[in-house]
C-alpha cells in the first residue's frame, strides 16, 4: 500500500512539472484549469480503484474508474484540444 502511495506521489510531482511546462507555453486559464481538474480527478479515481481492489472490492474499484477517471480523461482531452488550437 506504501509503495501506490508513493507513486502517485511521484505522479502528482509529474503533474505539477507538467503544468509549470504548461504556464511558460502561454496556457490560458480557459486550458489550464480543466487540464488541472481533469488530472487530479484521473488520479483520484485511479487512487480510488486500486485501494478498492487492494481491499477486494472490486465494484467500488469499477466505480472509481467510471465516475472520476473517464471524466479526469475527458477533461484533460478538452482542455489538449484548446491547447493545440
Known amino acids: 500500500m506504501g509503495l ?3 507513486i ?5 510531482a509529474l503533474v505539477a512539472i ?3 511546462k504548461l ?12 487540464g488541472t481538474i481533469g488530472v ?9 480503484s486500486i485501494s ?3 481491499e477486494v ?3 467500488s474499484a469499477a466505480m ?10 475527458l477533461l484533460v482531452l478538452l482542455s489538449y484540444r484548446l491547447l493545440i488550437k
Not at 8 to 12: P, Q
Not at 23 to 32: D, L, Q
Open 40 to 48: 487530479l480527478l484521473f488520479l483520484f479515481g485511479l487512487a480510488w
Open 4 to 6: 501506490m502511495w508513493f
Open 18 to 20: 507538467g503544468g509549470l
Open 23 to 34: 504556464a511558460k507555453m502561454g496556457a490560458t486559464w480557459r486550458t489550464f484549469v480543466p
Open 8 to 12: 502517485l506521489g511521484c505522479l502528482a
Open 57 to 59: 472490492e472490486p465494484q
Open 64 to 73: 472509481g474508474l467510471v465516475f472520476f477517471s473517464i471524466p479526469g480523461l
Open 52 to 54: 478498492s481492489a487492494i
